[in-house]
């Protein structure tokens, strides 16, 4: 999972998406629209979004501070993935993020979000920790990708 530059997060908080976490959901994704990736990370998630073929703005700047792009495509920290999710309804605008499963269990998000539709990956999304070799780890918990506003044809989708 990326984090943003001005925060002091916790271990578990830099955690990179594979290129695999969205090759998974690349046909959700809407292609006529600007991706916003704010979590930087180690850059390469906005590398991985353009390689499948969309347009990415991905800078090393606060999300809290910043409003860019269509949609928000991210994998944001699961430390603050509620001020995540607040942020993300002032915002109002169309997102897919990557986080834990048990996530949908949490109050907030049935309140601030009541049709979140989410996209549940067929395999848990191993994860590349930020700064070493490059290779994904043993993930020991499952994650799915939340959607807002996205207009999916099911409020819960499985990947085959």
Same mark, same amino acid.
């Given at each position: ?55 990415? @703005? ?5 999300? =809290?501070?910043? /409003?860019?792009? &269509? ?6 920290? !699961?430390? *603050? ?38 996209? @549940? ?5 191993? =994860?590349?920790? /930020?700064?070493? &070799? ?6 020991? !918990?499952? *994650? ?17």
């Amino acid at each position: 999972m990326a984090g943003f530059h001005t925060k002091t997060f916790l271990n578990y908080d830099d955690y990179m998406t594979p290129r695999s976490g969205w090759k998974n959901i690349k046909d959700y994704i809407p292609k006529d629209k600007v991706l916003w990736e704010p979590f930087y990370g180690d850059g390469k998630s906005g590398d991985y979004l353009r390689e499948l073929g969309f347009n990415v @703005i991905h800078k090393k700047e606060d999300f =809290f501070n910043n /409003n860019k792009g &269509d949609i928000v495509v991210s994998n944001p920290p !699961f430390s *603050c993935k509620k001020q995540v999710i607040e942020r993300l309804v002032e915002l109002d605008k169309p997102f897919i993020i990557i986080m834990p499963q048990n996530t949908i269990n949490n109050n907030y998000i049935r309140e601030l979000i009541p049709d979140i539709q989410i996209i @549940i990956p067929r395999r848990r999304i191993q =994860f590349i920790k /930020n700064g070493e &070799d490059g290779h994904p780890k043993k993930c020991n !918990f499952d *994650c799915f990708y939340y959607c807002y506003k996205i207009g999916l044809e099911k409020d819960i989708l499985f990947l085959c």
